[in-house]
């Protein structure tokens, strides 16, 4: 199974094709829309793997963003104590979530793909008449 790692938001992130990330929020990104990440510090699989210096061009990993939310809050409480001083504050970081379809090679080859999801089409299906004779 073939993976890339990829930076974004000054994080590093090792992928692979079908999976869900969340990210820090990426300017201007509408949901269902598509991503491209061309910084890939490194791709390969089991037996083989490209080292950039420090990014290997003209490889690439395309993703859909699957929506922009933000995370749970986080608390922040300050004391003093023995001063009846204290601060309460709270924070959401903004994020999105994307879903790694393909990722390519130096030379534009696929490496791997994800797989499409079909959903079962609901068929009618007709009661059955019984012969009588």
Not at 8 to 26: A, D, F, N
Not at 43 to 54: H, L, M, Q
Not at 90 to 102: D, E, T, V
């Amino acid at each position: 199974m073939s993976y890339a790692v990829i930076q974004t938001g000054g994080k590093q992130y090792k992928v692979r094709s079908g999976e869900i990330l969340k990210i820090e929020k990426l300017a201007n990104s509408k949901s269902d829309s598509k991503i491209e990440f061309k910084e890939i510090l490194a791709y390969g699989d089991d037996k083989i793997i490209e080292v950039g210096a420090p990014t290997v061009q003209g490889a690439k990993v395309e993703a859909n963003i699957i929506k922009n939310s933000k995370n749970r809050t986080v608390l922040i409480f300050k004391k003093r104590r023995r001063q009846n001083s204290r601060r309460k504050n709270g924070h959401r970081q903004q994020y999105s979530m994307i879903k790694i379809n393909k990722i390519f090679s130096k030379d534009g080859k696929v490496l791997s793909e994800a797989e499409k999801i079909t959903k079962p089409s609901k068929k009618k299906e007709e009661p059955k008449k019984e012969a009588s004779k």
